[in-house]
Nanobody, 125 residues
Framework: QVHLDESGGGLVQTGGSLRLSCVASGQTFSTYRVGWFRQAPGKEREFVSYIGRSGVSTYYADSVKGRFTISRDNAKNTVSLQMNSLKPEDTAIYYC??????????????????WGQGTQVTVPS
């Protein structure tokens, strides 16, 4: 079992930056793969970014590629999402998710067993 806590959300103007953090407690976090997802009002929860156990493998949704960077520090049980050049369409609740299993697609929310409570990111238009 692992517990996830996200932080770092807020209100930022178009073009601004935020850094989200996901801190895990419980079992050895370095054995978990981690994804970031987001959900805007009235929309489905969608994949944003993924990082493998060692941090070598990373993937991004096309909509954030080149603007967002995911990283992890297993010594601190933390996965971060650096978000630059933010746009109004990035407005959503952002969730980190973790799974000890590598079955299922990394960009499928159903592949993740553990979820944080979410952190709100708002970029006014």
């Amino acid at each position: 079992q692992v517990h996830l806590d996200e932080s770092g959300g807020g209100l930022v103007q178009t073009g601004g930056s935020l850094r989200l953090s996901c801190v895990a407690s419980g079992q050895t976090f370095s054995t978990y793969r981690v994804g970031w997802f987001r959900q805007a009002p009235g929309k489905e929860r969608e994949f944003v970014s993924y990082i493998g156990r060692s941090g070598v493998s990373t993937y991004y949704a096309d909509s954030v590629k080149g603007r967002f960077t995911i990283s992890r520090d297993n010594a601190k049980n933390t996965v971060s999402l650096q978000m630059n050049s933010l746009k109004p369409e990035d407005t959503a609740i952002y969730y980190c998710a973790a799974s000890a299993s590598y079955s299922g697609d990394f960009n499928d929310r159903l592949s993740y067993r553990y979820w944080g409570q979410g952190t709100q990111v708002t970029v006014p238009s």
